[in-house]
């Protein structure tokens, strides 16, 4: 079988991608030994098609930016599944989601995270040893979603960058599950989760990405304010001197928290270390 570098899920199918190109999965036992390696899932975000030829495929764009500068290992292993990709592709998901009797394309992703994260917690039950995930934006509802469920998931940690999904829903499933460290990178000023992430969504909540739980978060869960005092005094005493959530001469940089360089050694480290006690806001 070839060397896998993720599995999307397309048109309510799951498609495996490997170094031989894209090709259908007939069932999760035919993954099985695909999966026996992999030690961090990764999971996008909003406006992705897995089975695009360009940027909006998350396994030839993002996921490769992740593994190569952050990650640093052959094994993280993508996850993909269909958000409304956007530029040359908006028509059809614009079309999509008024056929779903969606009035915009966020809210209809944010219904087909659902729909992955069930997909994604069968993936991750097979995996013979605990893994760790690294989430960003919408794929924060699709890793919670999964967490959610009723199988038993060998996790050992969660990396969340720029979350959008609402704090109470996270408030909600994080206590159920004590045993999974989670650290959650949040930005105050993110512009995207602010005007769009908490407006286009069906009820009313703040996103983790930007406020975090706050006083209602539990043992196991560490909010990580990128650009707080404190955290830049702590980040610099372990040996992170630039981390940084918002970008100073950017609008709209949702993105800068894996884009930026600084935060790289960081993230790396949350993903590799089981140890790491930032302080507490």
């Known amino acids: 079988m070839t060397e896998s570098v993720g599995i999307s899920l397309y048109d309510k199918k799951l498609w495996h991608i490997g170094n031989a190109g894209i090709g259908p999965c007939f069932g ?32 030839l764009s993002t996921f490769e930016h992740w ?10 292993f993508g996850f993909g599944w269909w958000s409304c990709p956007g ?3 908006l028509p059809r998901s614009l079309l999509k989601a008024f056929l779903a009797g969606r009035w915009n394309t966020y809210r209809y992703a944010w219904d087909l995270a659902e729909d992955a994260g069930r997909e994604l917690a069968k993936i991750i039950a097979q995996f013979p040893k605990p893994v760790t995930l690294l989430c960003h934006s919408l794929g924060s509802r699709v890793v919670l979603g999964a967490i959610e469920s009723d199988l038993a998931l ?15 829903t996270a408030v909600r499933i994080v206590r159920k599950r004590p045993r999974i460290r989670f650290f959650n990178l949040v930005v105050e000023e993110d512009d ?14 703040v996103c983790i990405g930007r406020v ?3 006083i209602e978060a539990p043992q196991n869960w560490s909010d990580l304010n ?5 955290f830049k005094v702590w980040a610099r005493s372990q040996g992170w001197p630039n981390v940084e959530g918002d970008n100073p001469k950017g609008y709209f940089d949702h993105w800068w928290t894996h884009k930026h360089e600084g935060n790289w050694p960081l993230i790396h480290a949350l993903l ?3 140890d790491i006690s930032p302080p507490r806001p």
Do not use: C
């Open 28 to 59: 999760h036992d035919s993954i099985r030994l695909d999966l026996s390696t992999g030690t961090v899932i990764m999971i996008h975000g909003f406006r992705y098609d897995p089975k695009s030829h360009g940027d909006n495929n998350p396994h």
């Open 272 to 274: 590799m270390q089981g």
């Open 154 to 168: 060998p996790i050992n940690r969660v990396v969340i960058m720029n979350g959008a999904e609402l704090r109470k």
């Open 67 to 76: 593994r190569k500068n952050i990650i640093k290992t052959t094994s993280a």
């Open 226 to 230: 990128l650009d707080s005092l404190a």
């Open 192 to 205: 995207v989760l602010k005007r769009f992430g908490e407006r286009f969504v069906p009820e009313k909540g």
């Open 87 to 89: 530029k040359w592709m």
């Open 212 to 214: 975090g739980l706050g």
